[in-house]
C-alpha cells in the first residue's frame, strides 16, 4: 500500500471502480488509512478550506429529492421562508469572516431561481463586498444558466456548487424530477464564467460500497476539486426517514475511497458529521478530511464555529493558509 501511495502522490489514476475497490477491501484497514493520510499531506498539504452557508430560501421545493426535508414532496417541519432580506445575509457572511471562516456560500431550494432572485443574490454579494468583506463567497442555487452566472460571477462570486448526489447508477432511485446530466450542464456553465465547480454529495442513502466507489470516481472523471462529503441524517418525512445511519468502519471506508480516487481534492466535512462521535470525527480528519462545512448547515446544525476549529487544529491543519482549487 505504501507503494500505491507513492503512484498516486506521482500522478496515477485507478482506471475503474473494480480496481479502487479490489485496492482498498484487500488493503488491512489501518495501513489503508495511513496511505490515504500520507496522499492527503504529500498531495495537499496542511491547508483546510472552510466554509460557511446560509439559507437563503428554503422549503416549498417542487423537487422530490428522497433525502429532502424542503421537498414539497413530502410531510416535514423543515422550515419554510421566502428570500432573506439582504442585510441579514450580509451581517451574516461578515460574521463568518470575523470568526476566521474562508468560505461564505449562498444556499436556495428551488430547481432555479428566477430572474428576480437571482438579482437579489447578486445584491447580496455586491453588499458583502461594499462593506469590505473579503471573504471568498460561493452559491448554490439549483440548475442555473450561463447568463445567470454571469451576473453572479460579476457580482463577486467566484465558487458555483451543484451536488451530484451519489454514482450514476443510483441517483435516478433517489430524484424523478431532474438528471445529473442537468447538473453537469450547470457545472459546465459556471466554469465558462470563470468559475470554479464544487460538488459533491450524500452517502448512507441506500447505495452499496461499489456505488460508492463509482460515485467517487464519477467525481474525478469531473475534475472536481471541492468535494461535499454529507452523511445521510434520516429525517422524519421523507423517504429515507427509516435509513440507518452508516457505521463507523463504513463511514472511514467511504472517506478513503474518495482520497483514493481523488488525491488532488478538498474533501469537505458536510451534513451529518454531529451524528458521529468526536474519535471518529478525528478519524476521519487524518484519513483524509481536509475541509468542512462550520456553524449553520441546511436544515441540520454542525459544531459551534470555535470548537470545530480547534478539532481542525488538533488534527494538524492549518486553517490560516490559503486554499483553493483551479477549476
Not at 238 to 264: H, I, Q, Y
Request: aromatic content about 8%; hydrophobic content about 35%.
Amino acid at each position: 500500500m505504501n507503494q500505491l501511495a507513492e503512484k498516486i502522490i506521482g500522478g496515477y489514476r485507478f482506471k475503474d471502480v473494480d480496481e479502487l475497490l479490489a485496492t482498498a477491501e484487500n488493503t488491512p484497514r489501518e495501513e489503508l488509512y495511513e496511505a490515504c493520510h500520507e496522499i492527503t499531506r504529500k498531495v495537499m498539504g496542511d491547508g483546510f478550506d472552510t466554509c460557511s452557508i446560509i439559507n437563503v430560501k428554503s422549503g416549498n421545493c417542487p423537487e422530490d429529492c428522497a433525502w429532502c426535508t424542503q421537498s414539497a414532496h413530502y410531510r416535514t417541519d423543515s422550515e419554510v421562508h421566502g428570500v432573506l432580506p439582504v442585510e441579514k445575509v450580509r451581517d451574516q457572511a461578515l460574521f463568518n469572516e470575523s470568526k476566521g471562516i474562508g468560505r461564505f456560500s449562498l444556499v436556495a431550494s428551488g430547481k432555479r431561481p428566477n430572474s428576480r432572485e437571482n438579482a437579489e443574490y447578486g445584491e447580496m454579494f455586491d453588499a458583502i463586498r461594499a462593506h469590505g468583506g473579503k471573504i471568498n463567497l460561493c452559491a448554490s442555487l439549483g440548475l442555473v444558466t450561463r447568463e445567470q452566472l454571469q451576473a453572479l460571477k460579476d457580482a463577486g462570486c467566484t465558487t458555483y456548487h451543484c451536488n451530484m448526489e451519489s454514482a450514476p447508477s443510483y441517483f435516478p432511485t433517489l430524484v424523478s424530477t431532474h438528471t445529473q446530466e442537468q447538473k453537469e450542464e450547470t457545472l459546465r456553465n459556471a466554469r465558462a464564467v470563470g468559475m470554479r465547480a464544487c460538488s459533491g454529495g450524500i452517502i448512507g442513502m441506500g447505495e452499496t460500497r461499489r456505488q460508492r466507489a463509482e460515485f467517487a470516481l464519477y467525481l474525478a472523471s469531473l475534475g472536481i476539486g471541492s468535494i461535499p462529503i454529507n452523511f445521510l441524517h434520516p429525517m422524519a418525512g421523507t423517504p429515507l426517514g427509516a435509513r440507518k445511519p452508516l457505521d463507523d468502519d463504513e463511514l472511514l471506508f467511504s472517506v478513503c475511497l474518495f482520497r483514493l480516487a481523488n488525491p488532488g481534492a478538498y474533501l469537505r466535512f458536510s451534513g451529518g458529521r454531529a451524528l458521529y462521535g468526536s474519535d471518529t470525527q478525528r478519524k476521519a480528519l487524518y484519513i483524509g478530511i481536509n475541509a468542512a462545512i462550520t456553524g449553520d448547515l441546511l436544515t441540520t446544525r454542525a459544531s459551534v464555529t470555535e470548537s470545530d476549529m480547534r478539532l481542525f487544529a488538533e488534527a494538524g491543519y492549518d486553517t490560516g493558509k490559503e486554499t483553493t482549487w483551479t477549476k
